[in-house]
């Protein structure tokens, strides 16, 4: 599907299709059967993006619980705070999980409940912001820990998942690529 992203001047899509009052037009090929973007969302370029990434017991996105939470904020392209949380799941960690992360159950016997950690990241988190994320899973991951603990997830924005987007942009197939490929 051919889409329209800016005309200059400003004027009307059908004007721009017509050449009317048009000096240029700046258009791109959009795949419209895969979006980058999961939910509503108002393009204010003003809103605040939360990248964050989160550390499991494990490698289920059903069934893992949370050990960590860590979020960046950006506004206007400046990093305007830092979020940072371990949280204790519970229960012990598997080996492979603790040479995958570095995290161990030491390190979580200090951490926070699961409901302080995630109260603690929605209030940092705030109001109006969107969530940048690579791949999906720690959406899911999320999304599941506070269906299974009773919490509502109405909070969560709309997010981009830039992994899809990369792919989209070099061409890559749709596949899960480690976040260092792409660096």
Do not use: H
């Not at 992203?5 to 017509?18: G, V």
């Not at 924005?157 to 596949?175: D, S």
Request: charged share 25%; net charge negative; with cysteine.
């Amino acid at each position: 599907t051919f889409k329209y992203s800016n005309i200059y001047p400003k004027s009307s899509f059908k004007r721009a299709l017509t050449k009317q009052n048009m000096d240029a037009i700046e258009a791109y090929f959009v795949n419209d059967t895969t979006s980058a973007l999961f939910g509503s969302y108002n393009e204010d370029f003003n809103t605040e993006t939360i990248v964050f990434d989160i550390e499991t017991t494990g490698l289920s996105v059903q069934n893992c619980k949370i050990t960590e939470i860590g979020a960046v904020k950006i506004k206007g392209g400046e990093v305007i705070g830092r979020f940072n949380t371990f949280v204790d799941p519970e229960c012990p960690i598997p080996e492979e999980i603790v040479r995958l992360t570095g995290i161990t159950d030491e390190m979580l016997d200090k951490g926070d409940s699961f409901f302080d950690a995630i109260n603690q990241f929605k209030a940092w988190c705030g109001e109006d912001f969107v969530f940048l994320i690579w791949g999906c899973d720690d959406i899911r991951i999320l999304k599941n820990n506070l269906k299974f603990y009773g919490l509502d997830d109405s909070w969560i924005p709309a997010y981009y998942n830039v992994q899809m987007i990369f792919c989209l942009q070099t061409g890559l197939e749709k596949r899960q690529y480690a976040l260092s490929f792409a660096l």
